[in-house]
C-alpha cells in the first residue's frame, strides 16, 4: 500500500472493503474516493472546467479571456507579486468576497462529507443551514443587552444545535424505521424553505419589528454586538469576517473525529459495511442517528455564519431562491470533490468560492461576460463535477491505470526488502 | 346514532377495512357540512359525525385494520377540528376559499406537472433506477418546451422538442446508471443542477434581460361543449387544459401497462430481481434504458405544461421544486400510478388552498405549501403504512 499519493488513516480498510463489498452505493462511492490519488478530483475538475469551456466557445464567447475573468473576479490574482498596487486593492476587496462564500461552502461540504463517510447521503444541507440561520438571526436580533462575545457565542451554538436537531430528524428516522435519508433530507430541505416563507413572511411571527418595514417580508437586523468581527477589509464593505477561523477549526474537528477518536472509527466502520459494524458491536442505529446530526451541525454553523458574519438578516425572497441552486447545494459538490477529506474540502471550498464570487454580479466584468450567464456556468460546472463523480467506474478506470504503473514501478522496493531480511 | 347502525352493520359481517373506510368518509362529511354550500353553523352534528369516524377507526383497530383504523381517526380528527374552525369563522370569509368549482379548477391545474411528474418517477423507480433528477427534467421539459414553441411557432413541435430534451437529460441519467453503474442520487442530483445551468445559460443567452415573449403559441384549453355552461362542472372541468386530461389519460394507461401487459410485467421484474428477469431473457440494460428515457420524456411533458400549458412564460428554475414533489407522490402513491394521482391531487389541492387562504392568515397560508412534504415524511417514516420501494431500486445490475 506505499503506492497511494496521499496515505491517510483508515485508507488500507478503506480500499480492502471497497474491492470486497460494495454494500451501499454511497458507502462504496465513500471508499473509493478514500483510495484515490489527489490527480483524481483534479482530473475532474478540470474536465468540468473544459466542458464548461465549451459551452462558452459554442455561445460565441472567448472562454479563455472568460475564465481569466472570473479568476481576477475571484480575487486570486491578489496572491501574484507583479500586480499593480490599484489592481490589488481590487483583487483583495474580490478575495474577501471569495473567502466569505468559502466559508459556508466548507462547512456545507463537511456536513455531506462526514455523512458520506457513514455510507449516508445528506442532501438536506439546505434545510439545515435555512434552520441554523433562522435560529441565528432570532437569536441575533434579540437579546440586544447581552455582552457582544457571549451574544455571539450563545447564536452560534443555537443556529448550530438548530441545524443539528433538522438534521436529527432524518437521522432518527433512519435509525429507528429505516426511512431512506435522502428522501428525508428532501422533504426536510422544502419544509425548512416553507417554514423560513412563513416565519418571516408580512404578519409572520418573526418579521421585523422596523414600523417603516412592515411591508417587507424580511427579518430583523442582527444587532451590532452580535456581528461577527471582521479582521480584513471594510467592515462596511463586506469585509473577511471571523467566521473563517471557525470553519477551519471545525475542519480540524472533523479530521480528529473521524481519524481520532472512537467514534470516527465507528462511523468508518459502518460507513464501509454496516452488518460487519453490527457484528462487531458498533449501535449501526446509534451512528445514523449521531451522523446526521453532526452533518446538520456543520450547516447550521454555515448558516449561522452567514448571518452573523455578512447578511444579517433573511428576506422570503432569498429563502425561495435558495430553493433551487442556493449556496448550501454546492456541498455536495464541495465534499465530493474534496473526497469527503478534510483538507480536500476545503480546497474544494475554495475552488467553488472563487468560481461564485468570479462569476457574481459585483466581481465579474460584464464587458468580458455577463455575471448572469455566468452563474449559470457555474450550476453547469458544479453538476458536470458531481455526474463524473458520481461514475465511480470513470474514476475507478483512471485509478486502475494509475496504480497499475505505480505497481510495476515499486514492485522491486519489497521484493528487494525481503531478500535483505 | 341511526348512521352508526347504518355503517358498522354490515362491516361486522363483512370486516373491520370497511368500517375504516367507513370512518374516512365520515372524517370529510363531518368537515363537509360545516363548508359551502351546505354551512352547518352550528358544530354539534360535525362533532358528533367526527366521532363516529372515530369510532368507527377505533373498531376497525381493534378488527386487526390498523392502517385503515389509523387512517380513519385521523380523518375523524382533522375533521372534526376542521368543521369546529370553519363553524367559529364568518361564512363570508369561507365562501370566499371554499368555492368547490374554482377549488377543484386549481387542485387539476397544480396536480397536472405533479402527475407528469410523479408517472415519470413510477417508470423508472419500477425498473430499479432511483431518479431524484425529475426536477431538472422536467425544467428541460419547461425551457426547451417554450423554446420550441417559440423558434417552429407551434405549440405541438414545441411539447415535442421539451419532450426530447427531458428524454436526453434522462438518457444521461441512464448511461450513468446503467453503463457506468454510477450512484444514481449522486447522478440525479447533478442533473439537477446541470439542467438549471444548461436552461438558464440558453434562456439568457437567447431571450436576455426580456425574457420570453408574449406571443408563444399556447397548449390550448378543451372545452367541453354539453358541461361547459352547467354551473358547477362547467366552472370545474369545462375550461382544462389538454395536458390535463392527457396527464389522466396517461395513468389509466400506465396502470394498465404496468399491471396488465408482458411487457409491464417485465419492467416490473427488472426492478424487482434483476438476475431472475435475465434468467428468463429479459434484457436488464434494454428495460431499464427505455423506462429512464420515457421516465424523462414524462418528465418533461409536466414541465412544459409549466411553461406553454399553465403559465406561458419561462423564468430560471421555474420548477421550484415541482420535480420533488412528484417524487414526494411516487413515494406517496406507492409506486402506483393511481396512487400518484391521488397524491399528486392533494399536493395539488394543498397548494390550491395555499393560494386561497390568506383571506384567514396571509402567513399561515404559507404553510400549506409545505403539507406535501410533510406528509411525505409521516409516509416513509411508515406511520400510517407503510411505503416500500421496488426491491431492486438503486442497484446497478451487474451481469455475471
Not at chain 2, 397536472?112 to 413510477?122: D, E, K, Q, R
Not at chain 2, 427534467?137 to 407551434?154: E, K
Not at chain 2, 436576455?208 to 354551473?231: C, M, V, Y
Request: charged fraction near 10%.
Amino acid at each position: 500500500m506505499s503506492t497511494e499519493l496521499e496515505p491517510q488513516p483508515g485508507e488500507v480498510a478503506g480500499e480492502e472493503a471497497a474491492e470486497a463489498i460494495a454494500q451501499t452505493p454511497a458507502a462504496r462511492l465513500a471508499a473509493y474516493f478514500d483510495g484515490g490519488g489527489v490527480l483524481v478530483p483534479v482530473l475532474t475538475a478540470l474536465l468540468a472546467f473544459f466542458v464548461g469551456g465549451l459551452v462558452i466557445l459554442i455561445t460565441g464567447h472567448n472562454p479563455l479571456s472568460t475564465y481569466k475573468a472570473i479568476f481576477n473576479g475571484s480575487g486570486l490574482n491578489w496572491i501574484f507579486p507583479w500586480i499593480s498596487s490599484d489592481e490589488r486593492t481590487t483583487a483583495a476587496l474580490n478575495l474577501q468576497q471569495t473567502l466569505i462564500i468559502t466559508v459556508p461552502l466548507i462547512l456545507t461540504g463537511l456536513a455531506v462529507a462526514f455523512a458520506f463517510r457513514c455510507g449516508l447521503f445528506n442532501i438536506g444541507g439546505l434545510g439545515q443551514y435555512l434552520v441554523g440561520g433562522y435560529i441565528a438571526v432570532w437569536v441575533g436580533s434579540s437579546f440586544g443587552g447581552m455582552p457582544s462575545v457571549l451574544h455571539i457565542i450563545f447564536a452560534i451554538v443555537a443556529g448550530t444545535l438548530g441545524g443539528a436537531a433538522w438534521a436529527g430528524i432524518a437521522g432518527l428516522l433512519k435509525a429507528t424505521v429505516g426511512a431512506h435519508e435522502v428522501i428525508s433530507t428532501i422533504m426536510l430541505n422544502w419544509i425548512a424553505v416553507w417554514l423560513g416563507a412563513y416565519l418571516f413572511a408580512l404578519n409572520g411571527p418573526l418579521q421585523n419589528t422596523d414600523p417603516s418595514q412592515q411591508s417587507v417580508p424580511i427579518s430583523n437586523d442582527i444587532v451590532a454586538g452580535a456581528k461577527l468581527p471582521v479582521f480584513w477589509g471594510d467592515p462596511e464593505l463586506q469585509g473577511l469576517h471571523i467566521g473563517i477561523f471557525i470553519a477551519l477549526a471545525a475542519v480540524v474537528v472533523f479530521w480528529v473525529v473521524l481519524n481520532r477518536s472512537t467514534t470516527g472509527y465507528e462511523v468508518r466502520a459502518v460507513g464501509f459495511n454496516p452488518e460487519a459494524a453490527r457484528y462487531g458491536g458498533i449501535n449501526v442505529s446509534w451512528n445514523y442517528f449521531l451522523v446526521m446530526a453532526v452533518c446538520g451541525a456543520f450547516a447550521g454553523l454555515a448558516g449561522t455564519l452567514d448571518l452573523l458574519g455578512w447578511q444579517f438578516h433573511i428576506a422570503t425572497n432569498d429563502i425561495l431562491n435558495s430553493a433551487s441552486g442556493g449556496l448550501a447545494f454546492f456541498g455536495i459538490a464541495v465534499a465530493l470533490l474534496g473526497r469527503n477529506t478534510a483538507s480536500g474540502t476545503v480546497i474544494a471550498a475554495l475552488l467553488f468560492g472563487a468560481l461564485l464570487s468570479g462569476t457574481s454580479q459585483r466581481n465579474l466584468d460584464p464587458n468580458i461576460f455577463e455575471p448572469e450567464l455566468a452563474g449559470n456556468l457555474t450550476f453547469i460546472i458544479q453538476g458536470l463535477v458531481v455526474l463524473i463523480v458520481s461514475a465511480d467506474v470513470i474514476v475507478l478506470t483512471m485509478l486502475r491505470r494509475g496504480r497499475s504503473m505505480f505497481r510495476r514501478r515499486s514492485a522491486a522496493a519489497p521484493a528487494a526488502k525481503a531478500e535483505a531480511s | 346514532m341511526s348512521t352508526a347502525v347504518a355503517t358498522a352493520a354490515p362491516t361486522r359481517a363483512v370486516n373491520p377495512r370497511h368500517a375504516g373506510w367507513a370512518g374516512i368518509g365520515l372524517g370529510f362529511v363531518a368537515w363537509f357540512i360545516a363548508l359551502p354550500p351546505a354551512e352547518v353553523r352550528s358544530p354539534v352534528p360535525s362533532i358528533l359525525i367526527a366521532l363516529l369516524a372515530i369510532t368507527a377507526g377505533a373498531w376497525a383497530i381493534y378488527g386487526g385494520e390498523k392502517r385503515f383504523g389509523g387512517w380513519a381517526i385521523a380523518a375523524g380528527i382533522i375533521g372534526g377540528a376542521g368543521a369546529y374552525a370553519s363553524t367559529q369563522s364568518g361564512t363570508g370569509h369561507l365562501e370566499d376559499v371554499v368555492t368547490w368549482s374554482a377549488l377543484i379548477a386549481a387542485t387539476l391545474r397544480y396536480a397536472t406537472p405533479l402527475v407528469f411528474g410523479a408517472l415519470g418517477g413510477i417508470m423508472s423507480e419500477r425498473s430499479g433506477v432511483v431518479n431524484v433528477g425529475l426536477e431538472g427534467m422536467m425544467l428541460m421539459g419547461a425551457f426547451f418546451g417554450i423554446f420550441g414553441a417559440d423558434l417552429l411557432d407551434s405549440w405541438f413541435l414545441g411539447l415535442l422538442v421539451g419532450m426530447a430534451a427531458g428524454g436526453v437529460l434522462a438518457f444521461v441519467h441512464a448511461f450513468f446508471s446503467i453503463n457506468l453503474r454510477a450512484d444514481q442520487i449522486v447522478s440525479g442530483m447533478a442533473l439537477n443542477f446541470l439542467a438549471l445551468g444548461v436552461t438558464g445559460y440558453i434562456f439568457l443567452d437567447h431571450y436576455g434581460d426580456q425574457g420570453t415573449p408574449d406571443n408563444i403559441p399556447r397548449i390550448p384549453d378543451i372545452s367541453i361543449p354539453g358541461i361547459k355552461n352547467l354551473s358547477f362542472f362547467g366552472d370545474a372541468i369545462g375550461r382544462t387544459n389538454t395536458l390535463t386530461w392527457v396527464a389522466l389519460i396517461l395513468v389509466v394507461l400506465l396502470t394498465i401497462f404496468l399491471f396488465r401487459t408482458p411487457q409491464g410485467l417485465r419492467l416490473r421484474s427488472v426492478g424487482e430481481h434483476p438476475r431472475a428477469a435475465e434468467t428468463v431473457g429479459i434484457s436488464v440494460p434494454r428495460t431499464r434504458y427505455l423506462a429512464v428515457i420515457s421516465s424523462g420524456v414524462l418528465a418533461a411533458m409536466g414541465g412544459a405544461y409549466l411553461s406553454i400549458g399553465f403559465i406561458g412564460s419561462f423564468n430560471q428554475g421555474m420548477t421550484a421544486g415541482r420535480g420533488f414533489i412528484a417524487l414526494a407522490a411516487v413515494i406517496f402513491g406507492k409506486w402506483y400510478p393511481g396512487g400518484a394521482l391521488g397524491a399528486a391531487l392533494l399536493f395539488g389541492f394543498s397548494t390550491a388552498l395555499a393560494q386561497r387562504l390568506p383571506t384567514f392568515s396571509p402567513s399561515g397560508a404559507v404553510l400549506f405549501q409545505a403539507l406535501p412534504y410533510v406528509l411525505t415524511l409521516i409516509a416513509v417514516a411508515g406511520v400510517i403504512g407503510r411505503s416500500r420501494p421496488p426491491a431492486a431500486v438503486g442497484q446497478p445490475y451487474v451481469k455475471e
